[in-house]
């Protein structure tokens, strides 16, 4: 299985942007449906995004109107868009990708930390 890997986190001031990339290998994302999760300190996973191989997305009510989920097919790698930054934001991301058995593939994460 390919391991998608998360880069673009960083330290970002309230009301700044940041765009999270997401790569894997092979056409990953062209083939299997995908998302974006974050987990902040001491709270569960949640997903923050959805992108399905037919283009449909989809955004947790927290994040949308500010965050953007898409594509680059040629360069094998997903984007999140990440705009009016919070720091209810701050959280690890994780990319992850699910195949026709519903079995997920997670990256390593990439935080993010948002300050007030």
């Known amino acids: 299985q390919v391991q998608p890997v998360e880069s673009g986190g960083g330290l970002v001031q309230a009301g700044g942007s940041l765009r999270l990339s997401c790569a894997a290998s092979?056409?990953?994302?062209?083939?299997?449906?995908m998302g974006w999760y974050r987990q902040a300190p001491g709270k569960q996973r949640e997903l923050v995004a959805t992108l399905t191989t037919r283009g449909s997305t989809s955004y947790a009510n927290s994040v949308k109107g500010r965050f953007t989920i898409s594509r680059d097919n040629a360069k094998d790698t997903v984007y999140l868009q990440m705009n009016t930054l919070q720091p209810e934001d701050t959280a690890r991301y994780y990319c992850?990708?699910?195949?026709?058995?519903?079995?997920?593939?997670w990256g390593k994460g990439t935080l993010v930390t948002v300050s007030s």
């Open positions: 092979g056409n990953i994302f062209s083939f299997n449906d």
């Open positions: 992850c990708y699910w195949d026709a058995y519903g079995i997920h593939y």
